[in-house]
């Protein structure tokens, strides 16, 4: 069967390798495609801190179950299945209270271990999520990032008394996880959503998607944007999804007081602001680490009732044979580019 590594940055291996058969209590699994993220492409630039070369890429995927192991339950050949990519101990003090997206030893396939970048691939069962039969087997590489945009809503909503209903929702940064995450604030009930970017065409992606109200901060301030739209009231929850200094910086100059921030987007510089601002008025500042398994659920759900669209994020296919013709696309149409999917 056909597999590709990532071996070093910008290179690419392709293998003849033998089919795994599935063990005690795994899936034998029959890759259809997955997604490229912003993870995957910083892998290909040499510049993720986390990982190390060779390693098979592809973490947001679509399957179909080839075969059960002994002692598989729940799932037959022929199923429709997404692969939550967390490997997590299941021992240590996160994982015991369910928090098994920041376990202490947490490791994501198609990162710190293989992906699905191969035609078959075993995995615990208990990694999977059955898809509806009748959901269109391409979007089920984005259910991982719809995971992500869920999870970052419900981050912000802890801070808030937890419940998603009713609160304002700011998301800086309009690319795929931006997106999702002011699609599913919608879908949770937020009372208001605002997205904002510096990119046009990101915005109209993000208008395609059924989100109104779309500001272009290369022409509109943000702290503007965030007084016409919400109010006097302002943002409950700010989310960035940029990961930019600039970014956090005009978020943390137009969040009022009480209102939670919300670091999901992936920083990759240090970052400076001063501290009183965040005391003096009570900001909460939380990280958000990928999802939880109920993540997935709402996920799937979303994506299934419609609630969460997704079929105009994928902009752009490429035959596995051409993954490196993929990431060199990428690079060169970044405002072009808004999710890839790589079939196998």
């Known amino acids: ?28 699994l029959k890759i259809h495609s997955f997604g490229i993220c912003g993870s995957d492409i910083q892998m290909y630039h040499g510049r993720h801190k986390y990982m190390t070369y060779p390693v098979v890429i592809g973490h947001e995927v679509s399957a179909v179950v080839a075969e059960t192991g002994e002692g598989v339950e729940g799932y037959r050949p022929g199923d429709k299945v997404t692969v939550e990519p967390q490997i997590f101990c299941g021992k240590c003090y996160p994982c015991s209270i369910g928090r098994f997206n920041v376990c202490d030893s947490l490791k994501v396939m198609g990162v710190h271990a293989d992906g699905f970048c191969r035609e078959y691939v075993t995995v615990d069962s208990s990694y999977l999520h059955r898809c509806p039969p009748d959901m ?7 259910i991982e990032p719809v995971a992500v945009g869920v999870g970052s809503v ?31 604030a919608k879908a949770m009930g937020a009372e208001k959503v605002l997205i904002a970017d510096v990119s046009a065409a990101r915005l109209e992606f993000a208008r395609q998607c059924g989100i109104e109200h779309c500001i272009d901060t290369s022409k509109v301030s943000l702290s503007d944007a965030i007084k016409n739209f919400f109010g006097s009231r302002g943002a409950d929850v700010i989310i960035d999804a940029a990961g930019v200094p600039a970014s956090m910086h ?4 137009v969040a009022r007081s009480s209102s939670v921030i919300v670091v999901t987007g992936n920083f990759k510089e240090p970052l400076t602001f001063e501290v009183p601002v965040i005391q003096r008025r009570e900001i909460s500042i939380v990280g958000h680490m990928m999802y939880v398994r109920e993540d997935f659920e709402d996920a799937i759900k979303f994506m299934h009732d419609g609630t969460v669209k997704v079929e105009k994020l994928i902009t752009h296919r490429f035959p596995a044979s051409e993954l490196k013709e993929a990431f060199e696309f990428i690079d060169a149409n970044p405002d072009r580019v808004m999710k890839t999917i790589v079939k196998l």
């Open 154 to 184: 419900k981050r912000g909503a802890w801070g808030c008394g937890g419940n998603v209903s009713g609160l304002n929702v700011a998301v800086v940064g309009a690319g795929p996880i931006g997106n999702c995450a002011a699609q599913a």
């Open 250 to 253: 005009a978020i943390l100059g």
């Open 136 to 142: 269109n087997e391409e979007w089920l590489s984005m």
């Open 1 to 28: 069967m056909l597999q590709i590594r990532l071996t070093a940055p910008y290179a690419f291996e392709r293998a003849d390798v033998e089919k795994p058969r599935p063990q005690k209590g795994e899936v034998l």
